[in-house]
C-alpha cells in the first residue's frame, strides 16, 4: 500500500475506550495490524489497560507489532476522568505531533472534546469511526457539546445504520450534519477464516448423541445486547426443543448479577454458564466450540460476532435491528423482531432442532461474506481515507 509520500510515514493515534472487551477495540486493532507497515500507530486507550486476558491478548497483539499503548486515566468519567485523560491526550499529541487522531466511539470522542480545551492543535486532523447506530444514550447533552468541539472531521461508519445514527443525533441536537461528502461507510473486516471451496461441505462433523447443542451468547451484559431478554429466551425455546442445550452467556457487564442468580435456579430448562469473555472468539468459533450464537441486541453498529461466527460456519440467531441486519442476507431465515422474546426463542429452538440445516446453510454464504467483510478491503479504505484527509483543499 502506498500513501502517496514515500518520504513521510503517517503518525496516528488511535483512541479507544480501553483495551477491554469491544468490537470497536477490535477494529481498532486488526487495522493496525493491517496497516503497521504504512502508518506509524500509537494507541491511547482512555479507561487503561484491563486485568483479564481480553487486555493481555490485545496489548501483547500491539506489543508484538512494536505499537505503544498510552493509558488515559483511572478517574471515572463523571468524577473529571474525562477532563484528565482529555489532559493526557493533548501532552501526548504535542509530543508526538501525530498527523490524524482517530477516535472509536462516544468515550474517545469526549475524551477528544476535553483535549480540545487543553490546546490541542488544530492541525492535528480528526477521523472518527461511528461504531454504533444509537449515539450518545445516556450522555446526549454532553454528545452535543463534544460534537461542537468535532465539527469538521471526517467520519467512517461501520454501517449505513451507524451514519444514519449519527446524522439523525446530529439533527436531534441542533448540530450541522457532518457533509456527505465527509462521511463514508466503511465496514468492519474481519482477517481470519479460510474461504470454503464450492464442494464444501458443513464445517464441522454432526455433534454426537447425546452431547448438548453448545449456544453461545457473547458480548457485554447490558441492555443494548439484550443480556435481559435471555431468561424470556430460554423458557420459550425450551418448550420447543427436547435436545440437551448448553448455554454459554460469556462476557461483563451490569447485568452479571443478575445472569448469575438466574443461572443458578434449579429449575432452568437448560444448564447456563456465566462466564469471562471469550480470549480469541473468532478462533474458538473456527474450531467448533459452538454450534449455534445468539444476538438479541436491540441496535448495534454492525456487530463483529455474527461476522466471526458466519464465517466460521456457525449459525446466528438475531435480531432485525438497523446495524446488525446489514450483515445478513434479506432473505435470512433466523432473524427476529427486537425484544421479540417469544419469536427469538422459536427461531433458537428451530436452529437447535435441525442444526444441520442451518450449519449448511451458514457454510455456503461464506464466500459471499469473505467478499463483503474482506479484512484487507477494510484496510485500503482506511488508508484512503487517512490520505484524503491530510490532503490540501482543492482551490475553488
Not at 496516528?12 to 477494529?27: C, F, M, N, Y
Not at 480540545?116 to 446526549?140: E, Y
Not at 430460554?234 to 442445550?245: I, K, L, P, S
Request: with cysteine.
Amino acid at each position: 500500500m502506498d500513501v502517496g509520500d514515500s518520504t513521510h510515514k503517517l503518525k496516528v493515534i488511535q483512541v479507544i475506550t480501553h483495551l477491554d472487551l469491544g468490537g470497536a477495540e477490535e477494529v481498532a486493532i486488526s487495522l493496525a495490524e493491517a496497516l503497521y507497515q504504512d502508518v506509524d500507530f500509537v494507541f491511547f486507550a482512555v479507561l487503561g489497560i484491563a486485568d483479564n486476558q481480553i487486555g493481555r491478548d490485545f496489548l501483547q497483539r500491539l506489543t508484538r507489532l512494536g505499537i505503544p499503548v498510552y493509558s488515559g486515566t483511572t478517574i471515572g468519567m463523571k468524577y473529571g476522568g474525562a477532563l484528565h485523560a482529555g489532559w493526557q491526550l493533548s501532552r501526548l499529541a504535542r509530543r508526538l505531533r501525530p498527523d490524524l487522531i482517530h477516535v472509536h466511539t462516544e468515550i474517545p470522542e469526549m475524551t477528544y472534546a476535553c483535549a480540545t480545551l487543553f490546546g490541542l492543535s488544530a492541525k492535528v486532523r480528526l477521523i472518527r469511526t461511528i461504531h454504533n447506530s444509537s449515539l450518545w444514550p445516556a450522555w446526549a447533552r454532553i454528545g452535543r457539546w463534544a460534537e461542537g468541539r468535532m465539527a469538521g472531521a471526517k467520519a467512517a461508519a461501520v454501517s449505513q445504520a451507524g451514519l444514519d445514527g449519527l446524522w439523525r443525533f446530529q439533527t436531534e441536537q441542533g448540530r450541522p450534519l457532518s457533509p456527505a461528502d465527509d462521511t463514508e461507510v466503511i465496514y468492519n473486516g474481519v482477517a481470519r477464516g479460510v474461504p470454503p471451496s464450492e464442494d464444501s461441505g458443513p464445517g464441522r462433523a454432526t455433534r454426537p448423541l447425546g452431547q448438548p447443542v453448545q449456544v453461545l451468547f457473547a458480548g457485554r451484559f447490558e441492555v443494548q445486547k439484550g443480556v435481559d431478554l435471555l431468561p424470556e429466551i430460554v423458557e420459550y425455546a425450551g418448550r420447543d426443543t427436547t435436545q440437551a442445550v448448553y448455554l454459554h452467556v460469556a462476557g461483563s457487564g451490569s447485568k452479571a448479577r443478575e445472569l448469575q442468580q438466574w443461572a443458578s435456579r434449579p429449575d432452568l430448562k437448560w444448564e447456563v454458564g456465566i462466564h469471562e469473555p471469550v480470549p480469541a472468539l473468532a478462533r474458538r468459533l473456527q474450531d467448533g466450540h459452538f454450534d449455534i450464537v445468539l444476538m438479541p441486541s436491540r441496535f448495534e453498529g454492525l456487530a463483529l460476532v455474527a461476522i466471526e461466527a458466519l464465517l466460521a460456519g456457525v449459525p446466528v440467531v438475531a435480531t432485525r435491528v438497523p446495524g446488525l441486519a446489514e450483515v445478513f442476507t434479506p432473505d435470512y431465515p433466523l432473524l427476529a423482531p427486537s425484544e421479540d422474546s417469544r419469536a427469538i426463542g422459536r427461531l433458537l429452538a428451530q436452529a437447535i432442532n435441525r442444526l444441520p440445516d442451518y450449519q449448511d446453510l451458514t457454510w455456503r454464504s461464506i464466500p459471499l461474506l469473505h467478499e463483503r467483510f474482506s479484512h484487507r478491503s477494510m484496510a485500503e479504505k482506511y488508508l484512503e481515507l487517512y490520505s484524503r484527509t491530510l490532503a490540501p483543499a482543492a482551490s475553488p
